[in-house]
Structure formats: C-alpha cells, structure tokens
C-alpha cells in the first residue's frame, strides 16, 4: 500500500469517526456547520498572518474586512516609526516596505486593496462586493479613490520628505488639500444612495475602504467633516460597528497610548 493510500485512508477513518458522533435527531436534517472541517478533522487549525501597524490606515481596512468575515488571524506587529519595514526579513515579504502584508500558508499578499480582492475569492463568506454590476463597479471605484488619489498623497514616507525639503506646514497643507479634493469627489458620487452605509443598507468594500480614511483626516489633519454631509452620515453608522471599533487603532496590541 503507497503512502497516498495509508494517508486517505486514516483521513477517512477520522471522518467516519466524526460523523458517528453526529447528533442523529431531527430527523437526519443537519446544518453544514455541523460537520468538521478538513482542518479539524486532521488536527490543523489553519491561520492567517497580518503584518500590520496600529496606525496604517491601510492595515485598518484588512483587520476590518478580517473582522466582518469572521476570519481569525495572527497579529504580526511592523513598527514603522523604528524602521522595521526596511529588515531583510520584511522585505522579502514585500520589496516596497509598506504594511499589510497578508500570509496565508504558502501565499503571500501585500497592499491592502489586493488584500481584500483575494479574501473575496479565498473567503467568499459575508461577501463585500455586492452581486449587482453596477453597485459591485461603484465600489471597487470608490476603493481605488481612497487607494489611488488620497492615501498615498498623505501616507508617512510622503509627509516625511515634504516636510524634510519644503516643511511642516507646506506637508500638513499638501495632505489637507488632497484628502478635501478626494472627500469632495466621493460625497458627489455618494450623494444619491440612499442607505446608511456608502452603497446601501449593507456594508461593502467602500465602507471598509473609507471608513479608516475619514478617521484618519479627522485625527491626524483635522479636516471638517461638516463639509461633507454624506460621508459623515455613512461614518457615524460605520464607527457602531463592532467590527470596526475591534479593528480600530487603539485596539491593537502594538497601541502606544
């Protein structure tokens, strides 16, 4: 007998053994969550890593996601302001030094947009694209604005070298000026859905997307929200949610007070 042979087998007599001691009642109807996993059956409890920095906007929408699709995962603490980012361990994980980096067994996955996309594939449950085209379309373009035109224009590396060469004020200007310019294109496109979160009744990839990015503006650059009437309304209903206070900044185990 091969080793295959030798290994199916004994999977199969851990799995015969689980379902004898399967409740039989309700006449033979079980719910899928009845049955063990793969994983649990063969002893594995399988878990993702998450390198991440409490601060990171970026880091705060994949502990977001994790959280509303109730993935479990290890924390895995990069401290960017010691310049962790930069050692040769992490830069194998991502060559451009940035946080999150996502590991799952043998696949390793860093910025966050491509973060989510994957989840959405590998872990399907509570979907954050919406089925429908158009509202699916309307999501992934208010992710790209937050990911393309706001955050990289204020993101830390960014401010440093403002403020080395041009200084502070010129930096804090430079980041106000396109956080406002990002906030006022998507409270325009925003501004006719009807629903307490930013697609709908239901929250989506945008809201894990701008969610943390309306923090940040009000935290770090003080930005008037008062502006931005739409965006404000789909935050107060957003900042509720347990899973985004669990994944919010101070929260995190490598917090600084």
């Known amino acids: 007998m091969s080793l295959t042979d030798c290994f199916a087998g004994h999977i199969i007599a851990k799995i015969l053994t689980k379902y004898q001691q399967l409740p039989t009642a309700r006449s033979e109807a079980f719910e899928l969550s009845t049955f063990p996993t ?6 594995e409890s399988p878990k993702l890593a998450l390198y991440s920095y409490w601060q990171s906007s970026c880091s705060w929408r994949v502990r977001f996601a994790l959280n509303l699709k109730g993935i479990s995962y290890e924390y895995k603490a990069v401290n960017l302001s010691k310049g962790e980012q930069f050692t040769p361990e992490f830069e194998k994980l991502n060559p451009l030094h940035f946080v999150p ?16 996309l994957y989840l959405e594939e590998k872990y399907p449950q509570r979907a954050l694209l919406p089925a429908d085209p158009q509202l699916k379309a309307l999501n992934l373009q208010v992710a790209s604005i937050v990911t393309s035109s706001i955050q990289p224009l204020h993101m830390l590396s960014t401010l440093k070298y403002l403020e ?3 200084g502070p004020q010129e930096s804090l200007l430079f980041a ?5 310019k990002g906030f006022n294109a998507l ?3 925003l501004k ?15 809201d894990v997307f701008m969610a943390p990015q309306i923090a940040a503006a009000m935290q770090r650059f003080k930005i008037d ?3 931005y009437p739409r965006l404000c309304r789909i935050f107060e ?19 600084v007070p």
């Open 38 to 43: 793969m994983a649990a059956i063969i002893g």
């Open 101 to 116: 980096v996502l590991v799952d067994g043998d696949v390793v996955v860093s910025d966050s947009y491509a973060i989510l």
């Open 164 to 166: 080395q060469n041009v």
């Open 176 to 180: 106000q000026t396109n956080v406002e």
């Open 187 to 189: 409270e325009k496109l």
């Open 192 to 206: 006719d859905i009807n629903g307490k979160y930013a697609t709908g009744d239901e929250v989506y990839m945008a």
């Open 225 to 227: 929200m008062s502006k």
């Open 237 to 255: 209903s957003l900042k509720a949610l347990l899973e985004f206070l669990d994944a919010s900044p101070e929260r995190q185990p490598d917090a």
